[in-house]
C-alpha cells in the first residue's frame, strides 16, 4: 500500500462523511436551538461513535457544515451563471443564501465563539461571498439586464435583512416574496422577468 492509499479514506468512509455531513446541515437549518451530537447521529441513521469517528467535536462538524455551506454558495455562483441568464442565477443564488443563514441558525452556540477564536475566517468568508455576488452582478451588468449602480454589499445587506424579518423555513413564502420584490429593484428597466 503506498501513503497515499494509506492517507486516502475508504470509499465507503467518505460517503459517510458526507452523508453526515449532509444531514447535520439538515438539522441545523431546521433547529430550534442548536441540535446536541447525539440528535444528529439519530438523524444520520448511525451511532454517536461514527458520527465522533468523521467529527471528534462539535467545533469539527459547525467548521465542516459550514465550510460546505460557503463552498456551495461560491461554487454555486459560477454554477448558475453557467446555465442561467444573470438575474434568474442571481434569483437562485438568493435561495442558496438563505439556506446558508438557516443552516447558521443551528449553529448559534458555536459559531460566534468560533468566529471570535480564528478557528473559522470570517473576514475570508465575507470576501469570498461577496466576490461570488459581483460575479453574478458583473454577468448581469454585462448583458444589460442587472443594475449598474448596486454593490455586492448591497445585495448582502438586503439579504440579511430580508431573512432577519422572514427567517427560513417557517416563512419561506414570506421570504421568496421579499426576495422576489429585491430581484424587481436589482433589474434594469429594459430587462424582462
Known sequence: MTDAEAR???????????????VATRVFASA????????????????????YRHFPTRE????AVYSDQVVRLT???RELLG???????MRRWMDLFGEWIATKNGMLDTLPAMI??????????RT??????????????????????????DIAASLIGIFTVAPRPE???????????LMDGLRTTRSTH
Open 32 to 51: 430550534e436551538g442548536e441540535p446536541s451530537m447525539r440528535a444528529i447521529a439519530r438523524e444520520a441513521g448511525v451511532g454517536i461513535a461514527t458520527l
Open 116 to 125: 471570535e477564536s480564528g478557528e473559522i475566517a470570517h473576514a475570508r468568508t
Open 75 to 77: 461554487t454555486g455562483a
Open 83 to 89: 446555465r442561467l441568464p444573470p438575474a434568474a442565477a
Open 128 to 153: 469570498e461571498l461577496l466576490a461570488a455576488v459581483t460575479a453574478i452582478l458583473d454577468a448581469g451588468r454585462a448583458a444589460g439586464d442587472l443594475r449598474a449602480d448596486v454593490t455586492a454589499e
Open 60 to 63: 469539527s462538524l459547525v467548521d
Open 171 to 181: 416563512h419561506e413564502a414570506k421570504a421568496g416574496r421579499l426576495l422576489n420584490l
Open 8 to 22: 486516502a479514506p475508504r470509499a465507503d468512509a467518505a460517503r459517510n462523511r458526507d452523508q453526515l455531513l449532509a
